[in-house]
């Protein structure tokens, strides 16, 4: 497993932007398939976006395709989730979450560890 710690959140008007980060702790994150999801108020956690472990694959949403971007910097240990044309239903504490298997399967994904969580907020 690897250790995740998210950043970025915040209070933004609609149709403003944020970039969340996440930050890996260990030596697999280079490996890891790397996800973002959010949770609402009294909603269920739901899935935003994922990458593979180069950045070559991505999917998003449905809700979010062509506002929201994922990407990684290996270098870093790090994975960010880059949100534009920002609406108040993206209101939402976010999470990273990382699938540290050593093969991990980018269609199947197995998400080992979360991260704490950043909350967005989004005014109308």
């Known amino acids: 497993q690897v250790q995740l710690l998210e950043s970025g959140g915040g209070l933004v008007q609609a149709g403003g932007s944020l970039r969340l980060s996440c930050v890996a702790s260990g030596r697999t994150f280079s490996r890891c398939v790397m996800g973002w999801f959010r949770q609402a108020p009294g909603k269920e956690r739901e899935f935003v976006a994922r990458i593979s472990w180069n950045g070559g694959s991505r999917n998003y949403a449905d809700s979010v395709k062509d506002r929201f971007s994922i990407s990684r910097d290996n270098t870093k240990n790090t994975v960010y989730l880059q949100m534009n044309s920002l609406k108040p239903e993206d209101t939402a504490v976010y999470y990273c979450?990382?699938?540290?298997?050593?093969?991990?399967?980018?269609?199947?994904?197995?998400?080992?560890?979360w991260g704490q969580g950043t909350q967005v907020t989004v005014s109308s």
């Open positions: 979450a990382a699938d540290s298997r050593p093969i991990s399967d980018y269609y199947r994904p197995r998400y080992d560890s």
